[in-house]
């Protein structure tokens, strides 16, 4: 054992990339000095390539910025000092124990995130469940993919982000990419798209010619939020054209009547009226779609700019609708996809740490799922409690008579993140306490009462599931500084305070174990994945009961009662705002490469804060000339619900009617002091993607001296 890890030290430590759900595969080789060099590995998804947030991610392992020690004030009003783990850990357990207490069980709160290994998601959930007995408990991918997974688990039984490998992408003669700029967001899996110079076609729909629509043979410069007309346009040409696949329809899908019916007030130029896409390019995007079809397949695939509004799940089930009239799912080559973003988004939903979920992607209202997971937890079923709030539910809930009074956040800078970020500041300093673990002091540890430092990706070792369902060894290849504990670490010893010695394992190894057989016999069924299968770099795909994963789903059947596929019909509405005098432009929002979500780790690293320094604000340059604002102008921009600071950037690949902004930034760069928190009904997701804006002049020096409360 001791000359594996030696071998493995000067070998290099094989492991993925700490930031979005691609995973791309690298090599850790330790510095004697502290931190570590990366090198890409071969790997499928990544075929050996990295994008820049890759190449620089073992910069934070050493950086000055890491937190190194717990952290804790006094008062609410006491600055953040330094005190040791027995000081913190006893803090949180005491005032959690107080909290609950004096107001109940629910009035303490868990806050999680898609970047925590499978193995934190599950401890978290069951700490929730089991050590602090709260129904409330959620996490940042309510924000992610919650439209996304509602869409696919109605539509399809089954909820996981690519039902194929990433690779087989490369066989499909055509792929609509809905909302998904990944020519920025995962820059490697680019290669597997339609390229310039072959013979298949790659449709995009974005309101911006955005880095991968310039690379597109067709793009669709959509008004934003209103993907869901454009989808069910696409389908009445397809079948007023003859090309949808009747004999796919009758044998394997219940429903389309109904949608057909539906999609008949959906004609082209009304579509046009809607969407801005002209009739022609609808048509050209639907032929393009049967033509891949027949050259190799044709893939649907969407992603946050389709999926993050308050009508997010029935947008996702129109596309479904046209990839299910087309034949598409669980044909090779073919079929559709949502493209899972935070490194573990995908086992961060199956796992645990959902308000509504039990692990194995169990439903926490199921009878049977709630004695199964009991059971593994050697607890009685009628005590786990839930479902609890969503995400936004949630922070609006935190501090008001009815919401939780403390809140344990792992994994998650809401402060930064959250829609309304303004609100969300407001609503954790209502709390009375607030516990926060982090690798550096983000904006949503910065408010904290005990701060506690972890240790990252490099340091640890942990499974990720990839946004393909593919299960991961994340592997240590250094240690983390003295003072720094791993989050298996802290949830024991905080379980252990408040009274559960037993159960919270802080050994990843122990822990993968037990979420196996928790897991096993639900949706994500993890039960037959073995660490040495893992170690071994074989392919492991869930759902793995036995010896054998599930690379492919669908080829025979969908995970639903009748094992036909389900088409919903779904009706076109605006955003929740619209534009009018006073906020005559629509607001996007989404990233850049080289900032990565709220930015905490990201823009503490050197390359990447000079490629990306600050927030901007793309606009079209008749819209700035009419304005008045000339490039690199700093500006405000202003919503009913606030106003953020941001540099303009001039760009002709923008409609003239809209702006985007990235929200990788704090203070008052947040873009999310001005997004819509307005949700959708199903699942619960904001509508950060489009919201009506003004842009202003910056306030004079005078004004900024004594600005008016936002
Ligand atoms: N560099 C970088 N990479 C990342 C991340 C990061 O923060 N930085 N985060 C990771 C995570 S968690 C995620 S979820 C993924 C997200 O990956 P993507 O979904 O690819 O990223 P976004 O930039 O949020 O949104 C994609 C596009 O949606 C467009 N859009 C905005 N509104 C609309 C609309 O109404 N309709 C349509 N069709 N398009 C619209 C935007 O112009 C943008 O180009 O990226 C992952 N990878
Ligand atoms: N306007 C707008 N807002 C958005 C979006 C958008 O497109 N537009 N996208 C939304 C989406 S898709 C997402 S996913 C969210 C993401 O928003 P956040 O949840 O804020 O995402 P991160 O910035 O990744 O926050 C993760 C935090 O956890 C820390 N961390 C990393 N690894 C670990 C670990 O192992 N343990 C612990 N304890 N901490 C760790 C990091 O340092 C960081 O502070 O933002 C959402 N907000
Ligand atoms: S694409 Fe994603 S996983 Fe790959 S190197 Fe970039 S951030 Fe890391
Ligand atoms: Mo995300």
């Known amino acids: 054992m001791p000359l594996k890890v030696v071998e493995e030290a000067t070998a290099g430590v094989p492991t993925h990339c700490p930031y979005c759900a691609l995973q791309c595969a690298m090599t850790l080789r330790p510095r004697p000095g502290g931190g570590a060099d990366v090198e890409p590995r071969d790997?499928?998804?990544?075929?050996?390539?990295?994008?820049?947030?890759?190449?620089?991610?073992?910069?934070?392992?050493?950086?000055?910025?890491?937190?190194?020690?717990?952290?804790?004030?006094?008062?609410?009003?006491?600055?953040?000092?330094?005190?040791?783990?027995?000081?913190?850990?006893?803090?949180?357990?005491a005032e959690l124990r107080r909290i609950q207490d004096a107001h109940g069980r629910d009035a303490v709160a868990v806050f999680g995130g898609g970047g925590l290994t499978n193995e934190k998601?599950?401890?978290?959930?069951?700490?929730?469940?089991?050590?602090?007995?709260?129904?409330?408990i959620d996490y940042n991918g309510r924000f992610c993919m919650s439209s996304a997974a509602a869409a696919a688990n109605a539509a399809f039984g089954v909820d996981r982000g690519l039902p194929f490998p990433v690779t087989d992408i490369a066989s499909a003669g055509a792929v609509l990419l809905v909302g998904a700029n990944v020519a920025e967001t995962m820059p490697p899996f680019v290669r597997?798209?339609?390229?310039?110079g072959d013979d298949r076609g790659l449709i995009v729909v974005d309101p911006r010619r955005s880095q991968t629509a310039r690379d597109a043979d067709l793009h669709l410069q959509v008004t934003p939020g209103t993907d869901l007309a454009l989808a069910n346009g696409l389908l009445h040409i397809a079948i007023a054209e003859g090309l949808i696949d009747t004999d796919y329809i009758a044998a394997r899908t219940t429903g389309f009547d109904e949608v057909r019916r539906n999609v008949s007030a959906y004609w082209p130029e009304r579509v046009e009226r809607i969407t801005g896409v002209p009739v022609s390019e609808q048509r050209a995007a639907v032929r393009m779609l049967a033509a891949g079809r027949a050259n190799g397949g044709a893939m649907v695939l969407t992603a946050r700019g389709a999926e993050q509004h308050s009508k997010g799940v029935d947008t996702v089930r129109a596309f479904i609708n046209l990839a299910l009239a087309l034949g598409l799912p669980g044909r090779p080559g073919s079929g559709f996809g949502s493209i899972t973003g935070q490194g573990n988004g995908q086992g961060g939903r199956e796992h645990g740490q959902k308000a509504d979920q039990l692990p194995g992607y169990r439903r926490i209202d199921d009878p049977?799922?709630?004695?199964?997971?009991?059971?593994v937890w050697g607890v009685d079923p009628d005590v786990l409690p839930g479902p609890g709030r969503s995400a936004q539910e949630l922070i609006e809930s935190l501090g008001t008579p009815d919401g939780p009074k403390a809140m344990f956040v792992a994994g998650s800078n809401i402060a930064v993140s959250a829609p309304q970020a303004g609100l969300a500041e407001r609503r954790l300093a209502?709390?009375?306490?607030?516990?926060?673990?982090d690798l550096v002091l983000s904006e949503t540890a910065k408010l904290a009462d005990v701060v506690l430092p972890a240790a990252q990706w490099a340091e640890e070792e942990g499974t990720m599931t990839n946004l393909e369902g593919r299960v991961l060894r994340r592997r240590r290849a250094v240690a983390p500084p003295p003072g720094v504990r791993t989050d298996l670490e802290i949830l024991a010893a905080l379980a252990a305070r408040l009274g559960r010695p037993d159960g919270f394992e802080a050994d990843p190894a122990a822990v993968f174990a037990e979420l196996r057989r928790a897991s096993a016999g639900g949706p994500a069924d993890y039960s037959g994945i073995t660490t040495d299968a893992l170690d071994s770099g074989a392919a492991v795909y869930w759902p793995h009961p036995g010896e054998h994963g599930t690379p492919r789903l669908f080829a025979d059947r969908f995970p639903t009662a009748d094992g036909r596929a389900r088409f919903a019909a779904v009706r076109h509405r605006p955003p929740a705002e619209s534009i009018d005098a006073d906020f005559p432009l629509q607001l996007i929002t989404g990233r850049v490469l080289a900032q990565y979500q709220s930015?905490?780790?990201?823009?503490?690293?050197?390359?990447?804060?000079e490629a990306e320094p600050g927030a901007f604000v793309e606009l079209h340059p008749q819209l700035a000339e009419r304005l008045g604002f000339a490039d690199g102008q700093e500006i405000r921009?202003?919503?009913?619900?606030?106003?953020?600071?941001?540099?303009?950037?001039?760009?002709?690949?923008?409609?003239?009617?809209?702006?985007f902004m990235p929200f990788h930034w704090p203070g008052d760069q947040r873009v999310n002091l001005v997004t819509n928190p307005a949700l959708d009904p199903v699942s619960r997701m904001p509508e950060f993607k489009v919201c009506a804006v003004r842009l202003e002049p910056p306030l004079a020096v005078a004004d900024r001296l004594h600005p008016s409360a936002a």
């Open 599 to 609: 930015g905490s780790q990201t823009r503490r690293i050197h390359a990447l804060r």
């Open 637 to 659: 921009v202003v919503s009913r619900r606030g106003t953020a600071r941001a540099v303009v950037r001039l760009s002709d690949e923008i409609r003239l009617d809209t702006v």
């Open 368 to 375: 049977d799922a709630r004695a199964h997971v009991a059971g």
């Open 121 to 136: 998601a599950y401890l978290l959930g069951k700490f929730a469940r089991v050590a602090l007995g709260t129904a409330n």
């Open 430 to 437: 209502a709390l009375d306490f607030l516990a926060v673990s």
């Open 43 to 93: 790997f499928p998804v990544n075929g050996g390539g990295l994008c820049r947030k890759g190449w620089t991610a073992a910069e934070l392992l050493s950086s000055p910025d890491r937190l190194t020690t717990p952290l804790m004030r006094r008062t609410r009003t006491a600055p953040l000092e330094p005190v040791s783990w027995d000081a913190a850990l006893d803090r949180i357990a």
């Open 192 to 196: 597997h798209l339609p390229g310039a």
